[in-house]
């Protein structure tokens, strides 16, 4: 009995500062500042990444693929991934930056009543952003997944 006494003494501590992680999970903020600070430490002020929003807010390019190319922190250009097909110089400026997604998490941790966000392991920037900004409403979610970034320059 008093070896059950002490084999258990030994792992509650590891018991509960393994529950600990269970128990307090990671603050939102916190891990967006970390995606954050690894995105800023590669310094890319010009790239081009592959980005899909859905959402009932008429933006250009809703539910299609779309080739984004940033210049000094700037969407200068954006195509049609399966087409091929640009978009014009009005609708471009509609396309967002990686900046941007950094404040669409940020306002989405703060103000949303439930979402998603999944950073790049790699780079830091987000990856998935799945908000529902409204629980009992319809039409206020928005998805907004991005990929295949490279730097450009």
Known sequence: MRRLARRLLY????LWLS???LLNPTDPLDELDHAYDLWATRGYDSYSYE???SCFCGLPGVGRVVVVVVHDWVPVAAW???TGEPFGPGEVA???TVEDLFDLAEDAIRHADRFTIEYDDRLGY??????????????DELFVGSSRLEPIG
């Open 94 to 96: 509609a396309f967002p």
């Open 51 to 53: 980005v899909i929003r």
């Open 126 to 139: 987000p990856r998935v952003l799945d908000i529902d900004y409204l629980k009992n409403a319809i039409d």
């Open 19 to 21: 529950g600990c992680r």
């Open 11 to 14: 792992f509650i501590p590891i």
């Open 80 to 82: 049609n991934a399966d």
